[in-house]
C-alpha cells in the first residue's frame, strides 16, 4: 500500500482488467451469512471507538504496525478515509485510503487474523470499487512488500496487477515493494503490455 509516501510511511511494512461481470464488486458476496463459508460484513466509516480492535488487527497482521497516532494523523488529512469492516459487533477488517483527483491510493487495509479466507477482504476491496467511475477515478493504486506473497496473491485474484517495482522502499528493511494498479478499464493498448518483467510475473503467468 502506500506506505512509502512519507517516512512515516516508508518504516511501516508495507505495506492490490477484467471488470466484468465477476469483477471485485461481484466476487465473495454471498446474500447470507456463511453460504459457502463465507461472511457478510458490513462496511462503514471508521469511528474513533473503533480504534482499539483496529490496532489489535494491525498489530496481528504487520511487523511494524502503524500506531494509533499514525492512524490519527492520516485520518486528519481532509482526503483521507477509514472504513472497517463489521461482523456481528465486531471490527474484522478494516482499510485506510486517500482520495485523488484521478485515483483512489489505498494506504493500509487487513482483516483479522480470525476471520481470513472468508471473503472479508474481497468485500472491502469491492466497496473501493464501487467508488470508481468512469468519469473520474478509475484506479486503485497500492504498495505491497515483495515478501508479502498472501496480499499480493488477494490483490491478484481481485484483478490487480502489478505494475511497478520499488526497490529498497522501505526504511525497515532493504526489500522492494509492488505497485498494484486496479482499473475499472483495461484497455488493450495499455502500457501493461509493456510493463518489465519481475517475480510477480511468474504468479501473473500462473
Ligand atoms: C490479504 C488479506 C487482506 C486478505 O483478506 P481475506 O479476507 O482473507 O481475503 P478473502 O477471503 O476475500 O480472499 C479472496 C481470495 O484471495 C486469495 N487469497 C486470500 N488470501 C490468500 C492467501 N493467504 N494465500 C493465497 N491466496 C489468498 C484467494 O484466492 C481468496 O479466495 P479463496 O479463499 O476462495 O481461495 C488478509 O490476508 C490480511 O489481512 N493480511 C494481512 C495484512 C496485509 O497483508 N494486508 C495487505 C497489505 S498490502
Not at 484521478?102 to 473501493?128: D, E, P, T, W, Y
Not at 518483467?197 to 500462473?206: E, G, K, L, P, T
Given at each position: 500500500m502506500n506506505w512509502g509516501h512519507s517516512s512515516r510511511q516508508s518504516s511501516k511494512k508495507s505495506s492490490k482488467s477484467d471488470p466484468g461481470a465477476t469483477g471485485p464488486a461481484s466476487h465473495h458476496l454471498p446474500s447470507t451469512d456463511d453460504q459457502q463459508g463465507e461472511l457478510t460484513v458490513q462496511i462503514r466509516w471508521l469511528i474513533r471507538r473503533d480504534m482499539p480492535e483496529v490496532l489489535e488487527i494491525e498489530q496481528s497482521s504487520f511487523a511494524a504496525p502503524w500506531s494509533e497516532e499514525d492512524f490519527l494523523g492520516y485520518l486528519r488529512q481532509r482526503n483521507c478515509i477509514g472504513m472497517v469492516a463489521e461482523y456481528n459487533q465486531q471490527i474484522v477488517g478494516f482499510m485506510i485510503y486517500e482520495l485523488h483527483k484521478?485515483?483512489?491510493?489505498?494506504?493500509?487495509?487487513?482483516?483479522?487474523?480470525?476471520?481470513?479466507?472468508?471473503?472479508?477482504?474481497?468485500?472491502?476491496?469491492?466497496?473501493?470499487?464501487?467508488?470508481?467511475?468512469?468519469?473520474r477515478r478509475q484506479e486503485i493504486l497500492l504498495e505491497v512488500r515483495e515478501s508479502n506473497l498472501e496480499a499480493q496473491l488477494f490483490f491478484k485474484k481481485l484483478q490487480f496487477r502489478a505494475v511497478r517495482v520499488l526497490r529498497r522502499h522501505f526504511d525497515d528493511t532493504t526489500e522492494d515493494a509492488y505497485v498494484m494498479r486496479y482499473r475499472l478499464i483495461e484497455s488493450e493498448s495499455d502500457d501493461d503490455q509493456q510493463l518489465p518483467?519481475?517475480?510477480?510475473?511468474?504468479?501473473?503467468?500462473?
Open positions: 484521478a485515483r483512489l491510493q489505498v494506504l493500509n487495509f487487513a482483516c483479522s487474523a480470525n476471520h481470513r479466507r472468508l471473503g472479508i477482504g474481497s468485500q472491502m476491496v469491492a466497496k473501493l470499487v464501487d467508488k470508481l467511475s468512469q468519469q518483467h519481475n517475480r510477480i510475473s511468474f504468479f501473473d503467468a500462473a
